[in-house]
């Protein structure tokens, strides 16, 4: 599931931001994804890349291994610029944003297809283009291809879903992306409220008191 969001920031700003960060060579997961972190698990700009789940297709084995998305939430040196403005933005909108990344997919290179979480879990995150060509998408099996434009939207993703991300082109595409849970109301598919999966990372991140409100008004 994708949808776009009526939220925009500011593209010049993200792209003189990431020539500043090009500074350092990014983290590679892989020879095709990588990038810096702007909230990792431990405050490193180095840290956040790792896998958190894995899945093997046609197998029924999928298994968390890695922390739960709401750990990844200390700022890094790289969150001091716009991108530490745009994570302010999504707090303020009650997002609460965690592990933000940018993220650059390799020209020619294609992700293995996984997913980011089981799939009654609540795992939605929110991408915006910063570097993008006609031939990079995002794909999901029940979605098929989706490309982000780099206008400056926000668009949400659920990735407990079996997904990839595809750069055809010959141009790097870099994605500012992190976790979201939408609490606000801001999306038609994705408010926590509403939502039909488990949502026990977002328990864990604010508490058992607001954890209760929220089942209860879920219930209705
Ligand atoms: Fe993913």
Redesign the pocket.
Known sequence: MHEKLNIKFNVPMMQAELRTLHLWPPVMQNEAFGGYCMQSQDGDWRSGFEQAYSYRRGTDDGREVGLAPHMYNKRTDLSSGYFGQMIAMLESQGFHPRRSRVSVVMPGSE?KW???APEDTYCV?LHVAIHTNDDAYYETESDGRVHIPADGHAHLVD?SLM???VNGGTTPRWHFFCEVWDTQGHSQNFVVTQSRKSIKPYHDMIGHEIYERVQREKQG
Do not use: A, I, L
Request: aromatic share 0%.
């Open positions: 992700m996984h997913q980011d995150r990735t997904h990839r991300s």
